[in-house]
């Protein structure tokens, strides 16, 4: 599963043989957010294993659900973009709407098919 969310970007799998989430991310500082605002319990970092997300954490399926549900009763803005160039950077905005105009295409492909 991807996240989006005003504070960072993650990739949530299951490894095979695990009875943890793994939490991946590109930039180190969305998991130290992820960790310091919602997720205290997720794992220490672990840097370059060797896959295509630089980091990585664990967590339970349990803490990850409920850091989810606190994040959700956090939402306050209008606009997603926009609060995410408020708190980070016009740069993450930017990757952001890049990201919400490839998704667009969905839309357009099931118009296409109508």
Do not use: C
């Not at 695990?18 to 919602?38: F, H, K, M, N, W």
């Not at 896959?51 to 409920?66: C, F, I, K």
């Not at 994040?71 to 740069?91: G, L």
């Amino acid at each position: 599963m991807w996240i989006f969310t005003t504070f960072g970007f993650f990739s949530v799998v299951q490894k095979q043989g695990s009875p943890l989430l793994t939490i991946r991310a590109r930039v180190r500082g969305d998991l130290d957010g992820l960790r310091e605002r919602y997720l205290p319990s997720l794992s220490p970092t672990i840097a370059g294993a060797g896959t295509d997300y630089r980091y990585r954490g664990t967590v339970s399926h349990e803490h990850l659900a409920l850091a989810m549900a606190a994040i959700v009763r956090d939402i306050d803005y209008s606009n997603f973009k926009s609060e995410v160039a408020r708190q980070q950077d016009r740069s993450r905005e930017a990757v952001y709407h890049k990201v919400w105009d490839a998704l667009w295409q969905l839309e357009r492909i099931e118009l296409d098919r109508a």
